[in-house]
């Protein structure tokens, strides 16, 4: 399956992976800049993407830890997930994910 990274300057690179892998993982395989530090257990937000609307509603909600994780998170947006949280699956083929740039927090809901 596809995923699509957006880097902040606009480029646009094209990974594969399959269906059980993690996004953080397939990212740092494919030089993306996403340190994700905590390994997954959701202590930092140094793998926050952004993920592309059309794909937001089918990931799983993020649980409470993620959202607190995400208040961290520089450029965070509603659609913001970090990407140690996100397993591909077959729904997710051609997912696109931005990398985010230092805006103002956009969460507020």
Request: glycine letters at 10%; proline letters at 6%; aromatic letters at 4%.
């Amino acid at each position: 399956m596809i995923v699509r990274f957006i880097g902040v300057d606009g480029a646009v690179e094209e990974a594969r992976g399959a269906a059980g892998d993690r996004l953080l993982d397939l990212a740092q395989a494919y030089g993306q800049p996403l340190e994700g530090t905590c390994d997954g257990q959701m202590a930092c937000s140094t793998c926050h993407v952004i993920v592309a609307p059309e794909f937001a509603d089918l990931l799983p909600p993020p649980s409470e830890e993620e959202e607190d994780m995400l208040d961290f998170a520089p450029g965070a947006t509603r659609t913001s997930r970090l990407a140690c949280q996100i397993t591909l699956t077959d729904a997710l083929d051609g997912l696109t994910v931005r990398m985010p740039g230092q805006q103002a927090d956009a969460r507020r809901r």
